[in-house]
């Protein structure tokens, strides 16, 4: 697969989460484009020029200066402190001491691996491999975090009622199917573009708007739930449902009760693939509470008429549906119901297993759902063994480091929280993906020890007590593969490292070294030499079926070569609907669990044994009476590159624009342009407005990613000059099953801001000796 004349003018093949492209430096800019296969390029690549000599950046190794001076142990200056440069090897001696002395006095529990976040799309450079295989093998092993702020929540249900996650997620309902043999799709919380655009790995095709479009032409139905048009693209011809954030439980209640009032649902398909229906019917009808879970119920909760419900109700059944959920329904208070339900729904429909029908949770959420599988492995850095086997579920860092020893529920456990010493971060910024980061500015304050390696000065950068340099992708060579994308792509560096940043291996490598494991940690191999080393399964397999497998050297000189890839079979769920006897679903029963004798068994009251209503505890009132959603943004992957030129270009007077409708604006006295005040008793943030009428009364829609920028750090709530949503959301589990974030939807008051504008310093370094 070529791209062009891509080495002869100078442009270098590369790859990122958000697709692949070729780069050159020429006059000392750097020019990117998208690969010429891909059919809908993705704008984040315009953020690479700007970013990569940004003053942002980090150019040598730091200390915090309080740190230095007093030694390790909790401080509050965390976040408000100045730094020392140092050498790297006087850096690394410094740290190889500090892990030396948690790890031998207090063991490698005592250390969290963070590390959560999307650092590279390389295989090789791939920062949690890199950290975790570090820890693994320098420090005995880490304290790790478990599942993701993304789907949290999904990732503990979806095993206890529907079997496999990637089953549901990655080997089912395909974008191809969509396109050919979808009649009605029904998406609660959307497949918004700005999401399927990025994926974990690279990818080189971004199919979903063509999908759409082609489903649409065809006469496929779009149907959209969502406070947010936006949550659809134009080419769907999308209804937009507009219904009250966190309502969509009680919706597809609704739709379901009118299904079976009217005999419209499958009865032969529950009764033969699911366990569990008759019990949830009983709760449905209000046999077991009084209350049928009717249009008439559901209206006034969902904010839409009850023969509107009906309808939607009536103009799914019979047909070729597909029901989507998003991720962003369970990043919510009790947000494993929806994902519940819409099981549920799908079930009733008769619908799941069928080519273009079913359940396509998180369809669209992610580039690689609803893709096929290659058909060989790509390359895999090992980890090693971890020795510790202490876990806590990823949103609940800041619990953990407040509260250690205290025990609480996950997954049917009673567990306790550890007690860290030292947290060490590579890849990743906890100031995006957390909520409440007011709490987390003292969580942190907790540490003994905060260790991360970055590129730029992020406020985890800016809380840390040792700060390492660390290179952008363009800066290193890597291999870019994805197991949902066939393109496998040499990833030649562009440009120099910046500064004195330094590769994560070399960083590791060199701080194995002086804890005795630098053989156990490199196993002799140079960076190219790995790079061999991992390309070597996918060249044999290509081999082992007959097929072109080019030698490494081979591979390095061309600009990527075509994987082959699996069937679109439909995955699990399809094998399971033509024989469950032969193919059962990995449930405890075998079979879709409308009602689930393990989560009952749990006995949590925030997550009972079927699918149940439980209204938000957090609602609008006088003090905060608008619903915020703290959606991605659209022009960056999380707060990635927040500093490149295509994320600065969508910002208002520097700061990021929220979204609200013209009439809530138009009580509050805020015209389109305004800088307005969002706040709550979390904290406060500044950010542009700009009025539509996309996006439902009472709702404002703020997206994360904004760099935190506080005016003064000194304080204990600053403000956050930029519009960094997450000092307003909330710091509690979904439920006690999941304890998943719940940082998609929080209240908040808005008022116009009149007083004089505090400048960006998000990007600026922080004071240096």
């Excluded at 006059?27 to 000599?53: K, M, S, T, Y």
């Excluded at 624009?657 to 979390?682: C, K, Q, S, T, W």
Aim: aromatic share 8%.
């Amino acid at each position: 697969m070529s791209l062009g004349d891509a080495d002869e003018a100078g442009f270098l093949p590369h790859t990122s989460h958000w697709g692949v492209f070729s780069a050159r430096m020429r006059d000392g800019e750097l020019e990117v484009r998208p690969h010429p296969g891909d059919p809908d390029p993705n704008g984040i690549l315009e953020n690479f020029p700007a970013a990569l000599r940004h003053r942002a950046r980090i150019a040598r190794p730091m200390v915090r200066r309080g740190w230095l001076e007093n030694g390790p142990g909790p401080d509050d200056r965390r976040g408000r402190d100045d730094y020392v440069p140092m050498s790297w090897q006087a850096v690394l001696d410094l740290l190889g001491r500090e892990l030396m002395r948690v790890r031998d006095g207090f063991g490698p529990g005592a250390i969290f691996g963070g590390s959560y976040g999307w650092a590279s799309a390389g295989r090789f450079h791939h920062a949690q491999s890199q950290i975790h295989r570090f820890l693994n093998t320098a420090c005995g092993g880490y304290v790790k975090s478990v599942n993701s702020y993304s789907s949290g929540s999904s990732q503990v249900l979806v095993p206890h009622i529907i079997g496999e996650y990637e089953d549901l997620t990655k080997r089912n309902v395909s974008w191809e199917q969509i396109a050919e043999h979808s009649e009605i799709v029904i998406a609660f919380g959307g497949m918004a573009l700005k999401n399927s655009m990025v994926a974990g790995g690279s990818v080189s095709k971004h199919v979903e708007r063509g999908a759409m479009q082609r489903a649409a032409e065809r006469g496929c139905e779009f149907v959209l739930v969502s406070p947010l048009r936006s949550d659809l693209p134009d080419e769907a011809r999308a209804q937009w449902v507009s219904c009250i954030p966190a309502s969509d439980t009680a919706l597809m209640m609704a739709i379901v009760h009118t299904l079976v009032t009217e005999g419209l649902h499958d009865r032969a398909f529950l009764d033969r693939y699911t366990v569990g229906w008759p019990v949830f019917e009983r709760y449905l009808l209000g046999e077991t509470d009084g209350q049928p879970k009717d249009a008439a119920w559901a209206a006034p909760l969902t904010g839409l008429p009850a023969d509107e419900i009906v309808a939607l109700a009536r103009r799914l059944a019979g047909k070729r549906a597909v029901v989507v959920v998003s991720h962003s329904l369970q990043r919510a208070e009790h947000g494993e119901q929806p994902v519940w339900m819409g099981m549920v729904l799908a079930a009733a429909l008769g619908q799941i297993g069928l080519p273009g029908g079913g359940y396509a949770y998180a369809l669209g959420a992610i580039a690689y759902y609803g893709r096929r599988f290659n058909a060989v492995p790509v390359p895999t850095f090992s980890q090693g063994r971890n020795g510790v086997s202490d876990y806590i579920p990823v949103a609940r860092i800041s619990d953990m480091l407040l509260h250690p020893g205290t025990p609480y529920r996950y997954n049917g456990e009673t567990r306790n929280y550890p007690a860290i010493k030292l947290v060490y971060w590579a890849g990743g910024n906890p100031f995006h993906h957390h909520q409440d980061l007011n709490r987390l500015r003292r969580a942190f304050a907790r540490l003994d020890t905060l260790v991360v390696h970055e590129l730029a000065w992020t406020a985890t950068a800016r809380h840390a007590d040792i700060v390492l340099p660390c290179t952008m992708t363009l800066e290193r060579e890597d291999i870019g593969a994805s197991s949902n994308d066939p393109l496998l792509l040499p990833m030649r560096p562009v440009v120099p490292p910046y500064g004195e940043a330094r590769d994560d291996y070399a960083i590791f490598a060199d701080l194995a070294e002086r804890l005795g494991a630098r053989e156990a940690f490199t196993e002799g191999r140079s960076v190219r030499q790995w790079l061999e080393h991992l390309y070597e399964p996918t060249r044999a397999a290509l081999a082992a079926k007959g097929l072109p497998a080019p030698s490494f050297a081979e591979f390095w000189a061309s600009e990527g070569y075509a994987l082959p890839q699996q069937p679109d079979d439909g995955g699990r769920l399809r094998a399971f609907r033509e024989d469950p006897e032969r193919n059962p679903v990995a449930t405890p029963s075998g079979k879709l669990e409308i009602f689930s004798e393990t989560i009952a068994g749990f006995g949590e009251a925030d997550c009972p044994g079927h699918p149940s209503w439980l209204g938000p505890v957090h609602v609008p009132d006088e003090a905060a009476p608008y619903v915020l959603v703290a959606n991605q943004p659209r022009t960056r992957l999380h707060s990635q590159l927040d500093f490149g030129g295509h994320s600065g270009a969508s910002k208002h007077r520097g700061r990021e624009v929220a979204r609200m409708h013209p009439d809530d604006a138009a009580a509050r006295g805020i015209r389109e342009g305004d800088i307005v005040r969002l706040f709550n008793e979390r904290g406060a943030c500044l950010a542009g407005i700009a009025l539509t009428d996309g996006i439902r009364r009472g709702v404002i829609q703020l997206p994360t990613g904004a760099w935190y920028d506080p005016a003064d750090p000194a304080e204990d709530k600053p403000l956050c000059v930029h519009g960094n949503p997450n000092v307003l959301t909330r710091d509690i589990g979904t439920s006690a099953l999941a304890q998943g974030c719940t940082g998609q939807l929080t209240t908040v008051q808005v008022e116009r801001f009149d007083g004089n504008l505090p400048p960006i310093q998000a990007y600026d370094p922080p004071a240096a000796a």
